[in-house]
């Protein structure tokens, strides 16, 4: 029964942080707009002696904009960036830090769930969630830290779980499908000169499964069941972004394009000791794991 409860808290987190991920970047950047908006100047394509936007001859200025903004979400952005000044300044008290490895497999298990990404965008949000599980597990442990997990429970969750510890190597794959060498060949040629890989799927592609996704289908593994035959060898010779020459297939003549491939993640068991006893004794608090209960560690004074 744990393993399944584990498993769905796991699922949970992922999720959460797929979404806290940009909510908190929106919340930050405008809790620090709301502070600096009387000291600062707005973008360059702001004018401030223009509407920011007109309803029915109804203006709206960017005081007004800033003031709504700063009412509706600058406790909550100042909040979270206590929090994480806290977190921070006491993890650094206490010599605290997140095994790289666990980041990583965080990290890879987004990416699949997070789906495409455009290519200018990957390393950015990429950093973004590193940034936001690093706090969210320093939180956690110093939450925790005077929770007592015996030795023997938390080896017994890693023999039990010791797949939650493992990605397997995944490949993020588009194709284009046609029905002939020639056309393939076209098809090549357009992309040789400089076509994009997901319009061309579009106008040629005979599978109607990826058609309305420019051919795209997601990330698999070499044993995934819905992957075609062939498929991870010819990735497995392609750098990420790029995309085959024409080769025949159970399906037709197909070009395949490798957006990424994200490698495996194995961690032993210390490696991921201090993350299964921190998720052991978060079990026993109650409520969620909040920042602001360490803010009596610190020196904390603020407005609200």
């Avoid at 206590?82 to 206490?94: S, Y």
Wanted: overall charge negative; cysteine-free; hydrophobic content about 35%.
């Amino acid at each position: 029964m744990r393993l399944r409860k584990n498993t769905k808290r796991l699922l949970v987190l992922i999720i959460i942080l797929l979404v806290s991920t940009n909510f908190f970047t929106f919340l930050l950047s405008r809790s620090q707009n709301g502070a600096n908006k009387k000291n600062s100047l707005p973008d360059d394509h702001i004018d401030l002696n223009k509407p920011v936007a007109v309803i029915d001859n109804e203006e709206i200025y960017y005081p007004e904009w800033m003031e709504y903004l700063e009412k509706q979400y600058g406790e909550e952005g100042l909040k979270e960036m206590i929090n994480q000044k806290v977190v921070t300044k006491l993890a650094e008290q206490e010599g605290l830090e997140v095994e790289s490895e666990i980041i990583d497999l965080e990290v890879a298990l987004l990416s699949t769930l997070a789906g495409q990404l455009p290519k200018e965008r990957v390393e950015q949000v990429e950093e973004e969630w590193r940034e936001t599980i690093e706090y969210r597990l320093l939180t956690e442990r110093l939450l925790t830290r005077d929770i007592e997990i015996q030795e023997e429970e938390i080896q017994s969750y890693y023999n039990v779980y010791q797949s939650e510890y493992e990605f397997v190597t995944r490949v993020e794959l588009s194709h284009i499908v046609v029905e002939d060498q020639a056309t393939a060949d076209r098809v090549y040629q357009e992309l040789e000169e400089g076509a994009d890989f997901a319009a061309l799927a579009r106008e040629y592609t005979i599978d109607q499964d990826s058609l309305i996704n420019g051919g795209y289908l997601g990330f698999f593994t070499e044993a995934s069941s819905f992957l075609p035959a062939g498929y991870f060898d010819q990735a497995s010779s392609l750098d990420d972004y790029q995309y085959s020459q024409p080769f025949q297939s159970d399906q037709g003549v197909v070009i395949l394009y490798l957006h990424r491939h994200i490698p495996e993640v194995k961690l032993s068991y210390e490696q991921s000791r201090e993350h299964i006893r921190t998720k052991l004794a978060i079990e026993q608090i109650e409520g969620s794991p909040s920042a602001k209960k360490l803010w009596n560690q610190l020196d904390v004074d603020w407005i609200y």
